[in-house]
C-alpha cells in the first residue's frame, strides 16, 4: 500500500471517528435544521470525500479545522468549569474558615457508617449520608440550598462521585474537601 493510499484512508478515518464522536457526545443538543450543524456535516462530509480523492490539500486543512471543531464545541463547558466557584474543591483550611462566605456549610460525609464512627473519625456537626443513599436523600440537601454542601471521605474519591450525584439532582453549590479525612486529621 503506498505511502498516498495509508495518509488518505487515516484521513478518512479520522473524519468518520469525529462524526461520530461529535454525534456520540452531542445528539441531544444537534438538530438537523440549525445552520451551525448543517456547516460541520457538510464540512465533515467535504473533507472525507476529499481525502478520498487523493486530495492533499484535506489533511493540511482537515486537521486544523477538526481541532477548530473540537475548541468550538468543548471551550466554552472548559471556561464555565473554571469561572463557576462551586464546580471544584474546597481545602481544610478553607473549610475551618467558612467557605460559603460566613455561611456555615452542610458537611455531608459520604463514607460508610463503620468508617464514620472509626478510626478516622468525622469532622464535628458532619452528616452521614454513605454515597449508596445519597441519591435518595437529595430531597433532604436540597431543603437547604441556601448554603453550600461540601462532601467528605477518607481520600476524596467518593465525594466526587458524590458532588455528580448532587448536581444531577439540582443541588449547584457542592464542593469536595480536598484530600478528605486524612487532610482533615494532619
Do not use: Q
Not at 17 to 24: H, I, K, Q, R, T
Not at 90 to 96: G, W
Not at 130 to 148: I, M, S, Y
Amino acid at each position: 500500500m503506498s505511502r498516498h493510499a495509508i495518509v488518505r484512508t487515516g484521513l478518512l478515518l479520522a473524519v468518520l471517528a469525529a462524526g461520530v464522536l461529535g454525534w456520540v457526545l452531542f445528539r441531544d443538543r444537534l438538530n438537523p435544521s440549525d445552520i451551525e450543524t448543517a456547516a460541520a456535516y457538510a464540512w465533515l462530509g467535504y473533507a472525507g470525500r476529499s481525502a478520498m480523492a487523493g486530495d492533499t490539500a484535506a489533511l493540511r486543512y482537515g486537521v486544523p479545522g477538526l481541532a477548530a471543531l473540537a475548541l468550538i464545541a468543548f471551550l466554552p463547558r472548559l471556561v464555565r468549569r473554571f469561572k463557576d466557584p462551586s464546580a471544584g474543591f474546597t481545602t481544610v483550611e478553607a473549610l475551618k474558615g467558612k467557605p460559603g462566605g460566613g455561611r456555615e456549610p452542610v458537611i455531608v460525609d459520604v463514607r460508610e457508617p463503620g468508617e464514620f464512627a472509626g478510626a478516622l473519625g468525622h469532622i464535628p456537626g458532619a452528616l452521614n449520608i454513605p454515597l449508596g443513599e445519597l441519591p435518595a436523600r437529595c430531597d433532604d440537601l436540597k431543603r437547604r440550598a441556601d448554603v453550600p454542601v461540601v462532601l467528605v471521605c477518607r481520600t476524596e474519591k467518593r465525594s466526587a462521585r458524590a458532588a455528580a450525584i448532587l448536581r444531577v439532582c439540582g443541588i449547584d453549590d457542592v464542593r469536595v474537601l480536598r484530600g478528605g479525612m486524612e487532610a482533615w486529621r494532619k
